[in-house]
């Protein structure tokens, strides 16, 4: 029996189904004018015709064009092989008369169908004729050299004839101005002379230069002055020959003894800066490309005069300086935008080589500084040197960049990338720099100490400099304050007041509430970090054995958990740092068990102490609990117990009646909480003993206890004890069943266990899905219990 719905409810039902049919109505329309637009022909009163097999749509699988291209291709392609072969081996059986009328024919006639071509409309076809023609006019020169010529040299008329061909191909070209072939191959084909004929002069070094550079020159003339088919081209050409003048006025600068016989370099470099330049004033494309090859081809040319009697390192300064200069240029309007943006792009390339090479070596000078580890507390280590002979020079060069980059900082303010650089390079150079000077040990360690603290301040104000700088500068403070700190272990008094210093300007920092969030984070693991180190000096001081130190480092986490909401927002990343602290003192007191027991002990007193409070009850209840734990099995172990029954379970009584306590007031209460201590307490244990034990007593005692627990779960619907009997029962018939396995696995043939795996990787594979949904319902059904 249908019961009515209300009218409202009905009322809007209707109208979500009208909707719908409209949408579905819409659409069919639209689909139906698409295909009787022509997309798939259509006959009236016989419906859609259907497409041939294998042709969709009945479309052709290529082009008219396409295929009209190909085979013109592949036709210009077999003619030019066939004039090689005719030229190159059946040349000799024709006499000369015979020689020369066959190709001045043939070239003629290749030369002169294109233009009967056209007027037919057949461009494509005078195109690929063209091609072949001009392929001839090449093999006609060369045959005229082989047999008319043959004493010439041969670079020189390669010169000659590619001038001459260049010349002759234009003139095609402009008479035929609708093909495309001819005027770029006579612009290419210009790009030879001069080279040429430099290299049959016997021209090497800048002559060979100069002569790239004139005909690049020529190539940016043509490509400025004429816009047209040929600019690309013209482009392409005088960027590539430009390229190899630069490339050699930079070798031959490069390989000069003095500054005299620098300067035809530096002419070089020169004239082919003014070229970029004025090619960047008008080129509409890529001028900032242009500018900045320029830019360095102007640094090259001053620098290396300058350079030539300075030691490397100085010369690199020089180098920097001219480069810095050119962001000068941002300050100009008069010039061009392509044009400041590549000066500027040239002076920063410059500097970041400079920057990278000295923070090459400044890393390479800090890193000597470790050599403190090998004798700690020995106040033997000298202060690293510089074995390079660099000097100052480094330092020099980080500082200038640095100023640089922070000056376009405040040019650029959208910009964060320079005030980076410049924190970072003002750092490294400011750190180096008493090293450099050779001051005592003392002054080195106090100055770097102050450089430091001053880029941690500088990272807590972020919020005016910028989020960028902010971090670059909380980065070098870490970074200076791992390296002070190893190099205050090379005396007693140096260690701790270098450790006490940055101790307690993180937590300075760390509470210092106008910085940003991740700061004072930092800050705040920092300072436990520094603590704790701390502790493990003093107890190094002490000279107590290493285990021994653990107490001390206990003190930090158990400060942390003291202090707790007085720390604020730093108190998540304090205690997470409080929490390594307290694995560093377990690792310490591996060494001794019985100590490492009572350190297990102190810190579950510690986390018990953090979980008196609601709000890290669930984070620090768990762990205080497996560290008792913990630290119950180690003291029974250091004692030698064998039966940690007989201690283990007056506990597990006495925490299940807790528990039993607990969920009677608070029927909510889940059962980890309520009898997971408990449980663990004596299956954990005495399951890790069944494994060593080779009666039969304790694994039967352990499984019918686990047995027991595993049914009182499943019947009271409880997770904790369903899951801790359940695995102790699996770990106990493991046990029971582990001697039988081995001895099957070492009956069976060698080859049976692999092809048993493989069956049933095949198996578990086939059914994967299934045992997903399985595993997934088993889970569901677990998180159902309490």
């Known amino acids: 029996m249908e019961i009515p719905l209300p009218p409202a409810e009905e009322l809007a039902l209707i109208d979500r189904e009208l909707f719908q049919l409209d949408a579905r109505r819409h659409y069919l329309l639209g689909r139906r004018e698409w295909l009787l637009r022509g997309q798939v022909p259509f006959v009236w009163g016989g419906g859609v015709q259907p497409a041939r097999p294998g042709r969709p749509d009945g479309a052709a699988e290529a082009s008219a064009p396409s295929a009209q291209n190909v085979l013109l291709v592949l036709g210009a392609v077999l003619l030019a092989v066939a004039a090689l072969a005719f030229t190159l081996v059946s040349w000799g059986s024709l006499g000369i008369a015979g020689r020369g009328a066959v190709l001045a024919a043939v070239t003629a006639a290749a030369l002169g169908t294109p233009a009967a071509l056209l007027r037919r409309g057949l461009r494509s076809t ?39 061909l ?33 290299l049959a002069a016997g021209a090497a070094g800048l002559d060979l230069g100069w002569a790239l550079l004139v005909t690049a020159a020529l190539d940016a003339g043509l490509a400025l002055r004429r816009p047209g088919r040929l600019t690309p081209w013209a482009a392409v050409a005088g960027s590539v020959l430009g390229g190899a003048a630069l490339l050699t006025g930079l070798a031959e600068s490069a390989a000069a003894g003095s500054a005299g016989m620098a300067l035809g370099s530096s002419a070089l470099l020169a004239a082919a800066a003014a070229l970029g330049v004025a090619v960047a004033w008008r080129a509409a494309r890529a001028g900032a490309v242009f500018a900045a090859a320029g830019a360095l081809a102007a640094v090259a040319a001053v620098g290396g005069p300058l350079t030539r009697e300075l030691r490397p390192s100085w010369a690199a300064v020089v180098y920097l300086v001219l480069a810095l200069a050119l962001f000068g240029a941002l300050r100009v309007p008069a010039l061009p935008g392509a044009v400041r943006r590549g000066l500027a792009w040239a002076g920063a390339g410059v500097a970041a080589l400079e920057a990278v090479s000295a923070l090459a070596w400044v890393a390479a000078l800090l890193a000597g500084g470790a050599r403190v580890l090998a004798q700690v507390w020995s106040a033997t280590t000298p ?89 670059a500068a909380g980065a070098c403070a870490l970074a200076g304050a791992v390296s002070v700190s190893v190099a205050a272990l090379d005396g007693r008094l140096a260690t701790f007041a270098v450790l006490g210093i940055l101790g307690a300007a993180w937590a300075a920092a760390a509470a210092y509430r106008p910085a940003p969030a991740w700061a004072r984070a930092g800050a705040a693991v920092l300072a436990v970090g520094y603590a704790a180190l701390l502790a493990v000096a003093l107890g190094a001081l ?71 409070r609601s709000e890290r009850r669930a984070a620090a209840g768990w762990p205080a609990g497996v560290l008792f734990l913990a630290a119950t099995w180690v003291r029974l172990a250091a004692s030698g117990v064998t039966v940690p029954e007989a201690y283990t379970l007056p506990v597990t009584a006495a925490a299940l009646a807790v528990g039993f306590a607990r969920r ?43 047995l027991a627990v595993t049914l009182a779960g499943a019947r009271r619907r409880l997770q904790a004890p369903l899951v801790l009997g359940g695995a102790a029962l699996a770990a106990v ?19 049976l266990p692999p092809a048993l795996a493989g069956l049933l990787l095949l198996a578990v594979g086939a059914t994967y899905e299934k045992r997903l949904r399985d595993a997934r319902r088993l889970r569901e059904a677990i998180g159902r219990l309490k």
């Open 542 to 612: 002490l000279e107590r054995p290493v285990a021994w130190w653990a107490l001390l480092v206990l003190a930090v986490p158990a400060a942390v958990a003291a202090l707790g909401p007085r720390l604020g927002s730093a108190r998540v990343p304090a205690e997470a740092a409080a929490g390594g602290a307290g694995l560093l003192a377990v690792a310490l007191a591996t060494g001794d068990v019985p100590v490492l027991a009572l350190v297990l002990a102190l810190a579950g007193v510690v986390c018990a102490g953090a979980a008196v």
């Open 664 to 706: 009677r007031r608070d029927p909510e209460a889940r059962s980890w909480t309520a009898y997971g201590p408990g449980l663990a307490a004596t299956l954990l244990p005495s399951t890790l003993a069944v494994w060593g034990d080779p009666h039969w007593l304790r694994p039967l005692l352990l499984g019918i206890a686990a």
């Open 383 to 471: 202060p690293p040197a510089d074995d390079s002979g660099a000097g100052a020079a480094p330092v020099v060069a980080l500082l200038l960049t640095a100023a640089a980059a922070w000056w376009l900082a405040r040019m650029l303010p959208g910009r964060t990338e320079p005030g980076v650089a410049a924190v970072a390079l003002g750092w490294a150079g400011l750190f180096s720099a008493p090293v450099v000077l050779g001051l005592p040990a003392g002054a080195v360690l106090a100055a770097q100490l102050a450089v430091v603290l001053a880029a941690g301040a500088l990272a807590l104000r972020s919020a005016s400099i910028g989020a960028g700088p902010g971090i």
């Open 733 to 751: 018939a493991l046990h029971e069943l582990t001697p039988y396995v081995v001895q099957v696995v070492d009956a069976l043939p060698r080859w």
């Open 166 to 198: 260049a010349a002759l191909w234009a003139g095609y070209g402009l008479a035929l101005a609708r093909l495309r072939t001819p005027l770029p191959a006579a612009l290419l084909t210009a790009q030879l002379p001069l080279p040429l004929a430099a």
């Open 126 to 164: 005078a195109e690929a004729v063209a091609a072949v023609g001009l392929l001839l006019t090449v093999l006609d020169a060369y045959a005229l050299y082989a047999v008319g010529m043959p004493e010439v040299d041969g670079l020189a008329y390669a010169a000659g004839t590619a001038a001459v």
